[in-house]
């Protein structure tokens, strides 16, 4: 569901304005550009699960890498498309990743304050990993149970707000031949927040794929 509905007629404006700079940079995205800092070349291929507007793009568009935004929600693209129209490193893909492959595989996968608010991780997870050359990084709320939560958003839509169990991740990460390392989140530093009714945690996920340990 377009985060709008979940957040409030406000939120596409935000990052309206985030495009224009009007704000600091996102902390996450940063934070995920530190993490692969060692592994950024020119020609790096990111792609980001849930993109909205790529206001992401910002935090590495100094390192040179080739970003692909991609979003199930049309009105959050057409809005990135046409802000970044001029710029030949950054493309844009409608899909919804809980439906299907990613038609573009990269060598980073991110996604942020995405995974929480589909029905469950599995199908989406698979999609991304299946995605992966190199490293997958997920920004989500994970505590020691699962627990599925929702509301009823303006459109009459469920508005998913899961929190997922850190084995149940890790071990789903593990199964695909990721080495995974948990990381507190820098924005929230990792303290529980109440997100919609219910107390929730983030925490920054980083899965490195075997063929990368290798070298």
Not at 1 to 11: A, E, I, S, T
Not at 86 to 98: G, Q
Not at 103 to 132: K, N, W
Request: charged share 25%.
């Amino acid at each position: 569901m377009p985060f709008d509905d979940l957040y409030g007629p406000g939120y596409l404006e935000i990052m309206k304005r985030r495009l224009r700079g009007e704000f600091e940079e996102l902390v996450w995205p940063r934070q995920v550009r530190d993490l692969v800092r060692p592994h950024l070349r020119e020609g790096t291929t990111i792609l980001e699960v849930g993109c909205c507007v790529g206001t992401a793009y910002r935090a590495f568009e100094a390192t040179g890498v080739k970003y692909i935004g991609l979003d199930y929600e049309p009105k959050y693209l057409r809005i990135a498309k046409k802000w970044y129209q001029d710029n030949p490193d950054v493309s844009f893909i409608e899909h919804d990743i809980t439906k299907g492959p990613s038609p573009q595989v990269a060598d980073i996968v991110i996604c942020s304050a995405m995974l929480e608010h589909c029905s469950g991780f599995q199908l989406a997870l698979r999609y991304m990993t299946d995605a992966v050359k190199r490293f997958i990084i997920l920004r989500t709320f994970l505590g020691e149970k699962e627990d599925i939560a929702y509301n009823i958003a303006s459109n009459k839509e469920l508005a998913y707000v899961n929190q997922y169990a850190f084995q149940d991740i890790l071990g789903y990460l593990a199964g695909r031949g990721f080495a995974v390392t948990v990381h507190r989140d820098r924005y929230t530093q990792s303290i529980p927040q109440l997100q919609n009714g219910v107390i929730r945690t983030f925490y920054i996920v980083f899965g490195e794929t075997a063929k990368q340990r290798r070298g």
